[in-house]
């Protein structure tokens, strides 16, 4: 039997793996092949590990802030103060691990990759208003 007092929210296990592949298989592709044609084994390796992985993390941390955001009804009005923030605090935490582990060649790739990754998540995945719809 449904429970007709849950509303229905955009977010998922489904949506989280509909995000998170993508998010680690085309940034890995992008730079894997930048890397081939301009025969660069260096940015071939970093390719599918620091680049995609930190990507695919952001994606996930961005996915799980926003749906945390969606269940407590916060930041649900303005979308862009809402996508600056937690892009701001993924190219924080990429920044933090980059020095965390001694990765200062990797630096940038880390944080564009947590950008790219906390960019496409806050804009494209939808949080639903409730307080619009009780109405």
Same mark, same amino acid.
């Given at each position: 039997? !449904?429970?007709?007092?849950?509303?229905?929210? =955009? +977010?998922?296990?489904?949506?989280? *793996?509909? =995000? =998170? *592949?993508? &998010? %680690?298989? +085309?940034?890995? /592709?992008? &730079?894997?092949?930048?890397? %081939? +044609?301009?025969? !660069?084994?260096? /940015?071939m390796m970093a390719s599918y590990t620091t680049i995609g992985? &930190?990507? /695919?993390?952001s994606t996930i941390l961005s996915f799980m802030i926003l749906w945390q955001l969606e269940l407590k009804q916060i930041l649900v009005q303005n979308k862009w103060v809402r996508a600056l923030l937690i892009i701001l605090l993924m190219i924080s935490l990429g920044a933090f691990c980059a020095f965390l582990f001694d990765l200062?060649?990797?630096?940038?790739?880390?944080? +564009?990759? =947590?950008?790219?990754g906390a960019t496409i998540i806050t804009i494209r995945? !939808? *949080? !639903?208003n409730y307080k619009d719809e009780k109405n």
């Amino acid at each position: 039997m !449904k429970n007709t007092n849950q509303l229905p929210s =955009a +977010f998922s296990l489904r949506t989280l *793996v509909l =995000a =998170a *592949v993508p &998010s %680690y298989v +085309f940034p890995t /592709l992008m &730079s894997f092949l930048s890397g %081939y +044609f301009l025969q !660069k084994t260096e /940015l071939m390796m970093a390719s599918y590990t620091t680049i995609g992985l &930190s990507s /695919l993390v952001s994606t996930i941390l961005s996915f799980m802030i926003l749906w945390q955001l969606e269940l407590k009804q916060i930041l649900v009005q303005n979308k862009w103060v809402r996508a600056l923030l937690i892009i701001l605090l993924m190219i924080s935490l990429g920044a933090f691990c980059a020095f965390l582990f001694d990765l200062p060649s990797e630096y940038f790739n880390i944080t +564009f990759s =947590a950008f790219l990754g906390a960019t496409i998540i806050t804009i494209r995945q !939808k *949080v !639903k208003n409730y307080k619009d719809e009780k109405n």
